[in-house]
């Protein structure tokens, strides 16, 4: 499917949203049995979180070769659950997307297998749990591949809770002020579309 928009279609990027696995449903397995039986039954040796780990870092890479062998100029870009992992940085507490989703969107930065990420930091600034300051400034440093890191923002949130404008001019200020930070982008337009 990303062969056939970025072949057809003239693009300037692709983004994937945050979803690998599903987010759990407690109770309900993820119907990944049988799959993981015959990748079991044929001499693997990796884990069940592993071996979902590895499908989604394969996904990555494909995806990223594919879009650059037949357009290099075509951006490739993950908005990842803004948490990589509960204590990174030190203090954040949340949903574990390297254990929950299997995503090591950390890896996929470091590795160089995106051009941009873009972590969904979609708390306020004032979170105790999830401090924007400190995630955005952590994925920063995480960079060693030298890509771009956006913050990804929770700008419709003006439009159906009590967020006041100034919060996400706020996050945008703290965002400039991050040393390799890149900039903003904001879920969704709605809220930009009705000023």
Known sequence: VINYIVSNYDVDGICFDDYFYPYPISGTPYPDSDSYLAYTSGGGTL????????????????VNLNIHT??????????????WQPG?????????????????????????????????LYWKISSTGQPY????????????????????????????????????????????ATPGASGNIHYSMKPLKND
């Open 47 to 62: 884990s069940l979180a592993n071996w979902r780990r590895k499908n989604i870092d394969d996904l990555v890479q494909a």
């Open 70 to 83: 037949l357009k290099p100029w075509v951006k490739f870009g993950i908005g990842p659950f803004g948490i």
């Open 88 to 120: 990174f940085p030190a203090g954040v507490t949340g949903t574990n997307a390297y254990a929950e989703l299997y995503a090591d969107s950390r890896k996929w930065l470091q590795q160089g297998w995106v051009d941009y990420l873009a972590p969904q």
């Open 133 to 176: 300051d400190d995630l955005i400034n952590w994925w920063a440093q995480q960079n060693t591949a030298n890509r771009i890191v956006l913050a990804s923002n929770y700008t419709s949130q003006l439009l159906t809770s009590t967020w006041p404008a100034q919060e996400i001019l706020d996050q945008i200020t703290v965002t400039r």
